[in-house]
């Protein structure tokens, strides 16, 4: 065996490897982070502390927004003279945007070590030794899913919440979408699978579960069972020890009564929504080729609340699609009206290459599109106000989330998150006025005061129940060990109110 050279020598007395994963963009990108985190980790990297570079930083990408480009280059330009002053240091970023942008990616910045693409992120680890062992880059793009990404090593971010994903990939072709193309053809998991993950997932701890999809509704396409989905929920339903299912994001071409019966009739199955819209005129739902039309999306919403009436319903939207005239604008302001939704994710629509709604005639002029926005902005959030107001005195119990929660000159409170994914900062007292102890992961029951367009204030006495989630994020966060996770997200998840 020959011996080891100098710089092997100095890497083994400086420790293992450090690494960083930032992510971008939606809960799948979250997901697969955590894949690649528990990768890095089962390689022997660690997480880098909070005020270091890393060894190894890893971008997880997202191409839906018109700025995700620049977005992405702008963060490897800023971090090209600090590897240059770091010897070893190494740079990988995949996800979407390098799925689609393959070797453009080590053209335009030189400096990057791996691209991968959302196919294969479990060759992460052999692909940054390749590239170091051949001191050159390596592109590694697969055409279709070959590891499902639940079946790899994970770091989740959190002791008491876990995402679970159902499928991959989407047969939708939605005109102003490139996520089929990046993502592929959906990919079912096998129902005993994903049970058999949450049950495990429950078994260390975790109390509330969101099952992903980019179209969770028509999960069981692939085995042929359409009604796979509402089985699912109802199969959640049994599991012990599992206190919240939430899932997104479903279509409303494909949204079947059976999905809002098993919401409704299982409890741990949470009354919230998030059903996309982009638009309330048919006629540019029909140029987004979304098969559906405004009668039957509120006709769903108007289901959904029959069953569950204190369902909360957020949505996303875009303004300025190509053609959108007026009219067509102002039939988007009457469903908002309607829906009354709890939140909503608005975007101004932005060309994205390889999109067939990137070459379609009547682009919109960029200061109408502005206007419309602000016009639906005002809308949405008055709308959320005024629901928000609806939950004055109301009681809730709330999934303590991680976090300082908010703080003024006179009180401290944490947050948590209600049922209907409403967030509520809470202070943390009992009846006498006096500090209790509440942990992540724990449940409190606690009364509405105060409402604000974007979240709720309880500020009375709280009622706790400790949970084994607490207990999981005690021993996580106490233990002499205990894990700086580092996986940031830089950009909203969707799906989530803030």
């Given at each position: 065996m020959s011996a080891p050279t100098t710089?092997?020598?100095?890497?083994?007395?400086?420790?293992?490897?450090?690494?960083?994963?930032?992510?971008?963009?939606?809960?799948?990108?979250?997901?697969?982070?955590?894949?690649?985190?528990?990768?890095?980790?089962?390689?022997?990297?660690?997480?880098a502390p909070a005020d270091e570079t890393a060894d190894v930083v890893v971008f997880n990408t997202c191409a839906v927004r018109e700025n995700a480009d620049n977005r992405l280059y702008g963060n490897l330009g800023h971090l090209a003279p600090v590897k240059a002053e770091?010897?070893?240091?190494?740079?990988?970023?995949?996800?979407?945007?390098?799925?689609?942008?393959?070797?453009?990616?080590?053209?335009?910045?030189?400096?990057?070590?791996?691209?991968?693409?959302?196919?294969?992120?479990?060759?992460?680890p052999v692909l940054l030794e390749r590239a170091r062992v051949a001191e050159e880059a390596q592109v590694e793009i697969e055409e279709s899913l070959e590891v499902f990404p639940s079946t790899l090593p994970t770091k989740r971010e959190s002791a008491y919440a876990?995402?679970?994903?159902?499928?991959?990939?989407?047969?939708?072709?939605?005109?102003?979408?490139?996520?089929?193309?990046?993502?592929?053809?959906?990919?079912?998991?096998?129902?005993?699978d994903v049970l058999a993950e949450i049950e495990a997932l429950v078994a260390e701890g975790v109390s509330e579960v969101t099952l992903l999809g980019q179209n969770v509704n028509t999960y069981g396409v692939e085995f042929g069972d359409r009604l796979?989905?509402?089985?699912?929920?109802?199969?959640?339903?049994?599991?012990?020890?599992?206190?919240?299912?939430?899932?997104?994001s479903p279509h409303p071409s494909s949204f079947t009564d059976d999905v809002i019966e098993a919401m409704a009739q299982t409890p741990n199955v949470m009354p919230q929504l998030h059903m996309p819209l982009q638009s309330g005129s048919d006629a540019v739902l029909r140029a987004m080729?979304?098969?559906?039309?405004?009668?039957?999306?509120?006709?769903?919403?108007?289901?959904?609340?029959?069953?569950?009436?204190?369902?909360?319903?957020?949505?996303?939207?875009?303004?300025?699609?190509?053609?959108?005239?007026?009219?067509?604008?102002?039939?988007?302001?009457?469903?908002?009206?309607?829906?009354?939704?709890?939140?909503?994710?608005?975007?101004?629509?932005?060309?994205?290459?390889?999109?067939?709604?990137?070459?379609?005639?009547?682009?919109?002029?960029?200061?109408?599109?502005?206007?419309?926005?602000?016009r639906?902005?005002?809308?949405?959030?008055?709308?959320?106000?005024?629901?928000?107001?609806?939950?004055?005195g109301r009681r809730v119990e709330l999934l303590v989330a991680e976090g300082e929660g908010r703080k003024d000159q006179t009180t401290h409170r944490l947050s948590g998150r209600a049922p209907d994914n409403r967030l509520v900062h809470f202070t943390p007292v009992d009846e006498a006025g006096a500090t209790v102890d509440v942990r992540p992961g724990d449940l409190v029951e606690t009364t509405v005061t105060y409402a604000a367009p974007h979240h709720l204030v309880a500020d009375?006495?709280?009622?706790?129940?400790?949970?084994?989630?607490?207990?999981?994020?005690?021993?996580?966060?106490?233990?002499?060990?205990?894990?700086?996770?580092?996986?940031?997200?830089g950009l909203p998840t969707v799906g989530l109110p803030a």
């Open positions: 710089e092997q020598t100095a890497e083994q007395a400086a420790g293992p490897r450090t690494y960083e994963v930032r992510t971008y963009g939606c809960q799948m990108n979250v997901h697969d982070s955590e894949r690649l985190t528990g990768l890095l980790e089962d390689a022997g990297y660690v997480a770091r010897p070893g240091m190494q740079i990988a970023v995949g996800g979407c945007l390098a799925q689609k942008d393959r070797g453009e990616i080590t053209r335009r910045a030189p400096w990057v070590d791996v691209v991968f693409g959302t196919h294969n992120i479990g060759s992460l876990a995402w679970v994903s159902v499928s991959v990939g989407c047969n939708n072709t939605c005109t102003f979408c490139i996520v089929p193309a990046l993502r592929g053809k959906e990919k079912d998991r096998r129902p005993g796979a989905f509402g089985k699912l929920l109802r199969a959640c339903g049994e599991i012990d020890g599992l206190e919240r299912v939430r899932f997104t080729r979304r098969s559906y039309r405004q009668d039957r999306f509120l006709g769903i919403i108007d289901r959904v609340r029959a069953a569950m009436p204190d369902a909360a319903i957020t949505t996303d939207i875009i303004v300025g699609f190509p053609g959108e005239t007026e009219a067509d604008f102002e039939q988007t302001l009457h469903v908002v009206e309607q829906a009354r939704f709890a939140s909503a994710f608005t975007f101004q629509y932005s060309k994205r290459p390889g999109t067939p709604a990137a070459d379609l005639p009547d682009q919109i002029d960029p200061a109408l599109v502005q206007d419309r926005y602000e639906l902005v005002e809308a949405v959030n008055r709308i959320a106000w005024e629901e928000n107001q609806r939950q004055l009375g006495a709280v009622r706790v129940r400790r949970t084994r989630s607490g207990d999981a994020w005690e021993l996580r966060n106490t233990a002499p060990t205990a894990p700086d996770t580092r996986v940031s997200l």
